[in-house]
């Protein structure tokens, strides 16, 4: 399947109006080895892309998800120096892993990467599987990841689409349909494929060592994460403009098409700092929750529109932070023990400082504790 068939561009009424934009094979094979040469200039040297250790990859994919580059590197090389291996995953004590992944938030991913590396000990003997339909079987692994996995590590031609490259490929082949919906989505993880499929046909002067369906699929991230960003896209200097719909046609705003957006919705917490003879009170998070076993102090959900301060509690600090749609606002209270132990329901402990240091907790009441911290 190494030929491009298509005529007609896409979805988009304009793209369609415009015979200029038919996507033809020649245009793919200039698009591919376009993106191909632009990457070999301007890839940033990440740590993960100096090796092709599947274990090193995966976990760089799986950190990467909903989080930026520069958030996952001092993360992903502790997580290297102190976890350096399947093994080491499979065998390691869950509260180090919970640690280690402490601030990236999103924690079912750490479960699901120590329930995989267990799977993958018990059943491939250790070694990472190199077949897209078993490295696709592992928890916390979709079609994305296995396709980038199998790409970056073996080198084989399976697409991915994530939001970047959702945003490159409906800006460059003028797509007007919203990603989401089944056919268009599908259209997409077609292209995809195709174009990856293209980039593993050998070119002139190229050696067959060059690993080519990986750096195409590394081309297609990288250049979302720094030419065709979601604003500003950075046209004037992008390898394929001339070959891009969006640009041509003067899509970039409408492209890609994701419909309306859901509206944010405010919620709000009060949390109580409450200490006993040096001691602290906080909880563990049961399973099936977000966050599940992860250490918070004593909290309940309030009214957003009410202002009310707790009997016989003193602010101490208010964090604001945003998970996916809610932006929430967590008030902490140094208080009572009345107020915290309705929050506790009797499965409370008390720990020092020191205690707690040692303790994984989401970002925002990471950031009591080091304001508690900081005001020893
Ligand atoms: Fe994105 Fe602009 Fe390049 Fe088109 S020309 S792919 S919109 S950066």
Known sequence: MNRIEHQTPMSAPTAEKNPAHSVTPVKIKRLVSGLLSWFARHARDLPWRRTRDPYAIWVSEIMLQQTQVKTVLPYWERWMREVPTIESLAKA???????LWEGLG????????QQAARLIW???GGRFPDRFDEVLALPGIGRYTAGAICSIAFNQPTPILDGNVIRVLTRIFGIGGNPRDKNTNARLWQLAGELVLQATCPAPRTSHLTPRASRFNQSLMELGALVCTPRRPKCAVCPVKKFCVAFQENLIEELPN?????TATHRRFHAYVVERRG????????AGVVNAHLWEFPNEEIDPDKVQVPNNARPFCTIKHSITRYRITL???VADAVSAKKCVNGDGRWLTLTELKKLSFPSAHKKILASLAGAR
């Open 93 to 99: 004590r869950p509260e180090k892993i919970h640690k």
């Open 106 to 113: 999103y924690y079912t991913r750490v479960r699901n990467l």
């Open 122 to 124: 018990e059943k491939h």
């Open 258 to 262: 994701l419909g309306k957006r859901t």
């Open 279 to 286: 001691k602290f009170l906080v909880r563990q998070r049961p």
């Open 331 to 333: 008030e902490a209270f």
